[in-house]
């Protein structure tokens, strides 16, 4: 009989997974399932052009024919619900069973609810998938007041898209300042102010209440301090919650994420874990944050699917990400946390970058319309040079000038 | 319109109706090996070609992001291209590209 490689989930780890697996020499059956009805897709553009176009259509990741050509089974629209791993078995949703010799979970994360709301009402969405985003989507035309919670990329992306509708949008975000999580204090007031020239009403330090109306709605929303806010549509942006279950059932070893070697290997040697559901600690996260971005995804399913397929490589990527906001393009290079110095250039339009320094070595780089900057050190990051605040001194922090020397 | 595209191993493939509105998409929607990572924002390089020498020269110049782009792609060429910055006109009938080592990756 034939092995196979089972892969749970339907986006950027479990497509490129299956794809880099092949590549290099796995000759066994190779199925996807994903419980999405699209074949995977490009999912930033959901709360980005996708908002503001009512006509942009989706962005598959590959064609079907790739698949095909490249004897990658996909079965959607079909959830893996248990998974025996003594028996090497998964069963599905619809009752199928699937015996497997490897298995990958790719599993990603869903979209955190409100605490305390445990009904769904119709006028509450979120951005998570092409679902997520047609509905809201559909129900933009109709609205007039928008109130987003928190003031995450997702948050902002949405109401940066939403404010250009003419529509009334409000960000409310519990901690002080916006993307607190992803972003350094720097980046964090430039974009607040970035916003508030467009019109959006930030709020933040302000917990929030929602009250549902005899409609079944939410209608209003309280704040902690006694203010209320009408709302036609709630747009909830407040993080994201691995998929774990099916890594608990197997047991493997799980913090904030299924943990993972730099092969993507966990800790049941069968089994690999890529992409948002996955952690990983290594020279560019020390701290083991989960990452949730597309390059993450991407390049740790490649070193999975080489090593499914006999290969060695490790993992070893720059952390990158970037937001679209209005007419800004934000990229970052590097993890800013743990960051003891920052120092920022502005250009003469609103154009800015932001170098973090942990001990005098540079971390990070946040840029704001500077994508040769973010280019420049996305490639001396990578570097086995280390980039020190006297280097970047010396070039009056024009970065791209270090790739020459 | 048509384009010709070989792919990694030197294979030849013919695209006969190009519909998607960039060199990118076409090659992708086609299912040949084309990453692009990051759907078309000239942020990752893994949309990487070598354009035929005839037809250099009737492409719209490199612009400056692709341009810092292309210097962190693999094995950059003088024809060197990121293929989602590549718009689909008609006076391109016939392109010729090649998929660049790092494309599929
Ligand atoms: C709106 C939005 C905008 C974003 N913008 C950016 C951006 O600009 N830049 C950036 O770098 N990143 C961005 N991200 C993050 C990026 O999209 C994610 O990091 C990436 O999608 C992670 O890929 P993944 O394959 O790990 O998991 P996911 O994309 O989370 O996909 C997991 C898949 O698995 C399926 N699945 C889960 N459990 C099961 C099961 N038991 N059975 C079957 N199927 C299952 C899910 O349905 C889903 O299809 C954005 C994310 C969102 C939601
Ligand atoms: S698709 Fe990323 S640069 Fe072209």
């Given amino acids: 009989m034939r092995k196979r490689l089972l892969i749970v989930g339907g986006s950027y780890a479990a497509s490129e997974l299956a794809c880099q697996a092949r590549e290099n020499g796995y000759a066994e059956d190779i199925l996807i399932v994903s419980e999405e009805g699209d074949l995977p897709y490009h999912r930033p553009p959901l709360s980005k052009s996708y908002l503001k176009d009512a006509s942009e259509e989706l962005m598959p990741l590959r064609a079907e024919a790739f698949y095909r050509d490249k004897a990658i089974e996909v079965e959607l629209g079909a959830r893996v619900v248990a998974i025996d791993g003594r028996g090497n078995r998964a069963t599905l949703s619809n009752g199928v069973v699937i015996p497997f010799d490897t298995l990958a979970l790719a599993t990603g994360a869903r979209a955190r609810t409100l605490p305390g709301l445990d009904t769904c009402p119709g006028n509450m969405h979120c951005v998570r998938s092409v679902a997520d985003a047609r509905k809201l989507r559909s129900a933009i035309s109709g609205a007039e007041k928008v109130v987003i919670i928190g003031a995450g990329f997702m948050g902002l992306e949405v109401a940066s898209a939403l404010v250009r509708q003419n529509k009334h949008v409000t960000v409310v975000e519990a901690a002080d300042r916006v993307l607190a999580r992803a972003v350094s204090p720097e980046l964090s007031r430039l974009l607040s102010a970035i916003h508030a020239q467009n019109s959006v009403n930030l709020i933040t330090s302000r917990k929030v209440r929602p009250i549902i109306g005899h409609s079944g709605l939410i209608n209003r929303i309280e704040l902690d301090d006694g203010s209320i806010l009408q709302a036609d549509i709630v747009v909830v942006g407040v993080g994201s919650h691995p998929n774990l279950e099916l890594a608990q059932q197997l047991e493997l070893k799980v913090g904030n994420g299924i943990v993972v070697d730099d092969k993507s290997r966990t800790s049941r040697s069968n089994v690999f874990a890529a992409g948002d559901c996955a952690t990983f600690s290594g020279q560019f996260n020390l701290a083991g944050i989960r990452l949730e971005s597309v390059q993450n995804a991407i390049d740790q399913a490649r070193v999975a699917g080489n090593a499914i397929a006999g290969g060695d490589k490790v993992y070893h990527a720059v952390p990158w990400f970037w937001s679209d906001q209005y007419e800004s393009k934000i990229q970052i290079a590097g993890l800013s946390g743990g960051a003891t110095y920052s120092e920022s250039r502005h250009g003469e339009k609103s154009d800015v970058s932001v170098f973090h320094f942990r001990d005098d070595v540079c971390v990070s780089v946040e840029s704001v319309n500077r994508p040769r900057d973010h280019i420049a050190a996305r490639r001396l990051l990578a570097g086995s040079k280390e980039i020190t605040r006297r280097n970047l001194q010396e070039v009056d922090f024009n970065i791209s000038a270090l790739l020459k020397a | ?105």
């Fill in chain 2, 1 to 105: 319109m048509r384009i010709v595209v070989y792919d990694q191993g030197g294979a030849r493939v013919e695209i006969g109706d190009v519909a998607g509105q960039t060199l990118m998409s076409a090659i992708r929607d086609k299912g040949l090996n084309i990453t692009a990572q990051c759907g078309g924002c000239a942020a990752c390089a893994t949309c990487h070609v070598y354009v035929d020498d005839e037809w250099t020269s009737k492409l719209k110049p490199v612009g400056d992001v692709e341009d810092a782009m292309l210097d962190i792609a693999e094995e950059r060429q003088e024809n060197s291209r990121l293929s989602c910055q590549v718009k689909r006109t008609e006076d391109l009938d016939g392109l010729t590209v090649r998929l660049a080592p790092g494309s599929g990756f």
